[in-house]
């Protein structure tokens, strides 16, 4: 089914301002986002180097069989024991209980052999139902989403009162997920480990035994039990959202009903862990470090503390460049719903909305919002790793300060010496003098000045401006004006 898209008008509007708004929070949340991924990284990283500088490993095993081994006492083998109360501690063991944990209403048990019981048993449920899917069609002005259906399993529920189209109802689940753990658990029959430690132990594997219609107990209604079967595998339940034949018979539909559920179970066994954490005497819990953080390490299978520490690391850096990844386009995509409204703007001129419109959202904007993210990211990343790191900031920012000082202060030298190196001329003055009479004067055309040029000089590579004194001579009056040769002609009597 499609839908007419809201490209202009009021819903076009109110799109951008909720996009808008949208971008706001985005923008802002990228950063909170991103400078709280530093403090995070940083105070793990301490964690890990608190916890490599204080643990100490424990033989649990060795420790065992010395006294299994001798005639000590039980009572000796706890002081032995003791020896590590109130300790960060690493230890490699097996893990067991004695304990058979059941699902309530199906009856299965952790009972996996004579001497064996599942830590942990999990129910897992899967229903077939209607999936919504909608994309978007056409250009800017005449788009349009599309809605599409199909029937999946999932182990999510898809509400069908938020579909778009009626007529694709989903059924509430018949049964629900749920986790049944053993309580104790115990490493090596010894040492218990606290509820910190075993939510870590999250090793799931498919159940490989039959069930059967049998274990169901009471618990479980009367008419849901007539909707139930073994599934084709055996090791499963099958539920029938509607009844059309008869489940005594061990038969069903040969295709699944939206509705229909399936049952299944996941099991962890008994196995070797290595483990950091905190003994305080008879369990092994959440470590507290000096900045009152919780800290404990689990890993499958017999592992050193020095892998297993630098392991926490690895995955300490892994998830700080995945949170900075994330953080960076959430405020690229921010950025780009906030511009968006430039689009929408350019959609209304005449013949070249639509083309220039595309080019802005598809392309302006996309490169807007990289230029402005991208240094502003780093700035914000740069800023956080310095806020939590102020042993290295202070130095940092002391030498940014000592370096440019110095820099100016050669700058400043520099500027010095060049200057002496290259002197500026100084004021020239002219000369003032008589020009003896066997020199003559002549105008320079090329500068508008006169010359003068003595009789027995050669011409200079340099023009020089000479300026003649004149004396002070009455033109009109005086009678030697006639034979004074610095007496322009035209002040000559003819």
């Not at 209403?105 to 001497?115: M, R, S």
């Not at 069609?137 to 509400?159: F, I, L, M, Q």
């Amino acid at each position: 089914m499609s839908d007419d898209g809201s490209g202009g008008g009021g819903g076009g509007v109110k799109n951008a301002c909720l996009g808008v708004v949208i971008g706001w929070l985005l923008f802002f949340g990228s950063i909170v986002v991103m400078f709280w991924n530093e403090g995070r990284t940083v105070k793990r990283a301490n964690d890990i180097d608190e916890a490599e500088e204080r643990y100490v490993s424990l033989k649990l095993s060795d420790i065992i069989e010395a006294d299994r081994n001798s005639t000590s006492s039980v009572e000796d083998a706890r002081f032995a024991l003791s020896q590590y109360a109130n300790k960060l501690v690493h230890i490699t063991g097996d893990i067991s209980t004695s304990v058979i944990i059941q699902d309530p209403l199906f009856g299965i048990n952790g009972k996996i052999a004579e001497d064996e019981n599942a830590l942990k048993l999990r129910r897992e449920v899967e229903m077939y139902q209607w999936k919504e899917d909608r994309h978007t069609e056409g250009s800017k002005k005449n788009k349009k989403t599309v809605y599409t259906y199909e029937k999946v399993w999932s182990d999510e529920h898809y509400d069908s009162s938020y579909f778009h189209e009626s007529g694709h109802d989903n059924p509430a689940f018949p049964f629900r997920e749920a986790t049944f753990t053993a309580n104790p658990i115990l490493m090596d029959d010894t040492v218990a480990l606290g509820e910190p430690a075993v939510d870590l132990i999250n090793w799931f594997i498919p159940w490989r035994y039959p069930v059967n219609l049998t274990t169901i107990t009471d618990e479980m209604s009367a008419q849901k039990k007539e909707h139930l079967e073994v599934s084709d595998s055996g090791q499963s339940f099958y539920y029938h959202y509607t009844v059309t034949t008869s489940t005594s018979n061990n038969t069903r539909t040969s295709s699944p009903e939206v509705g229909d559920t399936i049952i299944g179970f996941k099991v962890v066994y008994p196995t070797k862990i290595s483990i950091i954490a905190y003994y305080d005497g008879s369990r092994l819990d959440e470590y507290t470090t000096e900045a009152e953080r919780p800290f404990i390490l689990v890993a499958r299978g017999s592992v050193d503390a020095a892998t297993m520490l630098q392991d926490a690391r690895d995955e300490n850096t892994a998830i700080a460049w995945a949170l900075r990844a994330i953080g960076f386009k959430a405020m690229f995509f921010g950025i780009c719903l906030i511009l968006q409204p430039l689009a929408m703007a350019a959609d209304i001129i005449p013949c070249i909305g639509d083309i220039l419109s595309e080019s802005i959202s598809g392309c302006l904007i996309p490169m807007v919002a990289c230029i402005i993210s991208v240094p502003l990211a780093l700035f914000v990343i740069s800023l956080g790793w310095l806020w939590y790191r102020p042993h290295i900031a202070w130095p940092l920012v002391a030498t940014g300060f000592v370096l440019s000082v110095g820099f100016c202060w050669w700058a400043k030298d520099k500027i010095n010496v060049n200057s002496s190196n290259h002197p500026v001329p100084a004021e020239i003055k002219p000369s003032v003098g008589v020009v003896p009479e066997n020199d003559k004067i002549e105008p320079d055309i090329e500068i508008g000045l006169p010359t003068a040029v003595g009789a027995d000089q050669e011409e200079p590579d340099i023009p020089v401006v000479v300026v003649a004194q004149e004396p002070d001579i009455d033109l009109t009056t005086n009678p030697n004006n006639q034979n004074d040769p610095h007496v322009p002609s035209i002040f000559k009597a003819p």
